[in-house]
């Protein structure tokens, strides 16, 4: 009598464990949702995990994410960029990774096959610009040491042009005229 209770009660928490193990996860997935996208600045504090910020940086490093995402959400929902419309445009993207077609010329077919309005396309422009403007305050905050342990995805932000002359390769200045 004992052994098929006891059987009963095993049967039961063996059908009831993994289905409530199911639902915590599924809650999980829930609550991840689009948390890089509405807070820049924690992809970006990943990315410096090994650059050694202090507990003033991270700080700012924040305040400046909560101002960046900010803009960019004003500005896809000022033009219309809704959540489905951005997957779509990623998978499109991803599809067409192997393209022949570069650049802006890429862009342009990503966007048309995307269903992307000259609009969108506009606001995405000022979406990147805004995080590009919060990529380089945020390399700005770091000092030298900080700089050099960069990653090298990050290290365009510097605002170092080393090697390179406005001019071209040939081009000499000219000299002052001497006074007389």
């Given at each position: ?60 490093v924040k305040e400046l994410g909560k101002d960046a995402a900010a803009k960019m959400k004003k500005i896809k929902d000022d033009a219309g960029i809704t ?98």
């Open positions: 009598m004992n052994f098929k209770v006891f059987g009963v009660l095993a049967l039961a928490a063996m059908i009831s464990i993994p289905a409530l193990a199911a639902d915590d996860t599924k809650e999980k997935k829930k609550k991840k949702g689009n948390r890089g996208q509405a807070n820049a600045s924690g992809q970006l504090l990943k990315q410096l995990k090994d650059v050694g910020l202090s507990d003033e940086q991270i700080a700012k959540l489905d419309l951005t997957k779509k445009r990623q998978e499109v993207a991803k599809a067409m990774a192997d393209s022949e077609k570069k650049g802006a010329e890429l862009a342009a077919a990503i966007n048309k096959e995307a269903g992307f309005s000259e609009a969108h396309a506009k606001a995405l422009k000022l979406v990147n610009d805004v995080r590009m403007e919060f990529h380089k305050s945020v390399v700005a905050l770091l000092d030298d040491g900080q700089k050099e342990k960069l990653p090298a995805r990050m290290k365009r932000f510097t605002g170092g042009k080393k090697g390179k002359k406005k001019g071209g390769k040939d081009e000499k200045k000219k000299p002052a005229p001497a006074a007389e």
